[in-house]
């Protein structure tokens, strides 16, 4: 049984069409992230489900429970639903302790004392912060106040977990070690968690699954790996480029020639696998800057570019260059030395492009390029020849 199950979700905010047409299945143990820029409507989806907004029409159902209706009005309050929520503003309150803080929610419900003590310790303990107990918010830093903010979330042990940008105002270092303790929190309580981010890395970092949102809609649901590898339209793949950096886009034609099919752009072209592709069609394709590998001489289809700038930053340098008419930013490992003015060849690293109906903005999931000659296996691909 799902754990959320969304049919049809409608919600209109002050003449606004918020959400139109969710249609979403959360499984149990899903950490499903709810990804998209800002205003796109993440954040009334998560209370749409909370039961903190209304949808005008489609039904929610939890656990198999139907706790929403929009065709007959039924909305099952909040605090029935089985769920627990930490918001942005995680709002501590600020003349009790943190063990207050916590217990708060145990307490309203009328467990008993030894109960309730039980319970905040093994929260506070999972959050790692049992030493914290007897402080004030106030003494606490960001990081540790968010802590508590999730210890609060997590302490009725709910079934279903709904974050709302929560890392959002800590900052990058905090961010990601607290990445490490959502995973890991996850993995030993075994809940359905619901994310919501603007922030791709985070995204695909976290989840099980990823809903990625653009003007009220899901426009792609998939594992994190393969929601990277082949982002469903255009749209999406900028939206999630690639390791905070934009995807290479080559405009082209596909063009058979000598009875092999090809994109042909102003500066590459890349030969395709299949037979019996639309002629002529006008597609663009999209590189990430790890795949564009740099030589320093000429061959089979390599392209020649100079050098516009280069960003070594230790582990990786970011190279930026022109090629005939096309700027392409490559990413390369390691500090390596490029200088602006640089001659050198580009090619493509093939079996990991995507190409994409210009017209529609649409992946052409029928158009593959044949891989480069001794290209390096897939790592999912190595495993299986092991196997
Ligand atoms: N109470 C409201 N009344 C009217 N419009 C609203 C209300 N709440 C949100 N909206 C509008 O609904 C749209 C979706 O908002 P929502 O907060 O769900 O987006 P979001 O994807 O979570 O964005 P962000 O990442 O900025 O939080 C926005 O255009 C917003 O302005």
Same mark, same amino acid.
């Given at each position: 049984?799902?754990?959320? =199950? ?25 950490f499903?992230t ?9 954040t009334?989806?998560l ?29 099952? =309050? ?5 769920l627990s929520l930490v918001f942005q503003s995680y709002a501590l309150w600020p003349?009790m302790t943190v063990f207050d803080n916590v217990a708060f929610g145990?307490?309203? #419900?009328?467990?008993?004392?030894? =109960?309730?003590?039980?319970?905040v310790?093994a929260a506070l303990d999972d959050m790692r912060i049992a030493e914290l107990a007897d402080r004030y918010p106030g003494e606490l830093s960001g990081g540790q106040q968010q802590r508590v903010a999730i210890a609060r979330a997590i302490v009725t042990?709910p079934?279903?977990l709904l974050l709302d940008e929560p890392l959002s105002n800590l900052d990058a270092k905090l961010r990601v070690e607290m990445r490490a303790e959502l995973k890991r929190l996850h993995q030993e309580l075994?809940t359905?968690i619901v994310y919501v981010t603007h922030d791709?890395q985070e995204a695909?970092s976290l989840s099980?699954?990823? &809903?990625?949102?653009?003007?009220? !809609?899901? @426009? ?32 082209? @034609? ?12 102003? @500066? ?13 069609? %006008? ?9 564009? !590998? ?5 061959? %089979?289809? #390599?392209?020649?570019?100079?050098? %516009? ?9 970011? @190279?930026?260059?022109? &090629? ?64």
């Open positions: 049984m799902a754990a959320i =199950e969304l049919t049809d979700i409608h919600v209109r905010l002050q003449r606004k069409q918020v959400l139109s047409g969710i249609d979403l299945t959360i499984e149990p143990g899903d499903i709810f990804l998209g820029p800002s205003g796109c409507g993440k009334t989806l209370r749409t489900i909370a039961g903190l907004q209304r949808a005008d029409a489609g039904t929610i159902a939890i656990g198999g429970r139907e706790v929403a209706n929009g065709a007959t009005a039924f909305h099952l =309050e909040p605090s029935k639903r089985g003349h145990l307490q309203v #419900r009328r467990l008993g004392k030894a =109960e309730i003590k039980r319970s310790r042990r079934d279903i075994n359905t791709q695909l099980t699954r990823v &809903a990625v949102f653009f003007g009220g !809609r899901i @426009v792609q649901t998939d594992k994190p790996r393969e929601l990277y590898r082949h982002p469903r339209t255009l749209e999406v793949a900028d939206f999630l480029g690639s390791a905070g950096l934009r995807l290479n886009r080559l405009d082209g @034609v596909i063009a058979r020639e000598g009875g092999q099919a090809w994109l042909k752009t102003p @500066v590459a072209a890349i030969p395709l696998a299949q037979r019996g592709l639309e002629d002529r069609k %006008e597609a663009i394709v999209t590189i990430k800057p790890e795949d564009v !590998r740099l030589h320093g001489r000429p061959g %089979e289809g #390599r392209m020649a570019a100079r050098v %516009e700038a280069a960003f070594p930053s230790g582990a990786e340098t970011l @190279v930026q260059l022109r &090629a005939g008419e096309a700027s392409l930013t490559a990413r390369v490992m390691g500090d390596a030395e490029y200088e602006p003015g640089d001659e050198l060849y580009a090619d493509l690293r093939r079996s990991n492009l995507n190409f994409y109906d210009k017209r529609t903005g649409m992946r052409l999931a029928h158009v593959a390029p044949i891989p480069n000659p001794m290209e390096e296996p897939q790592h999912e691909d190595r495993l299986s020849h092991s196997r």
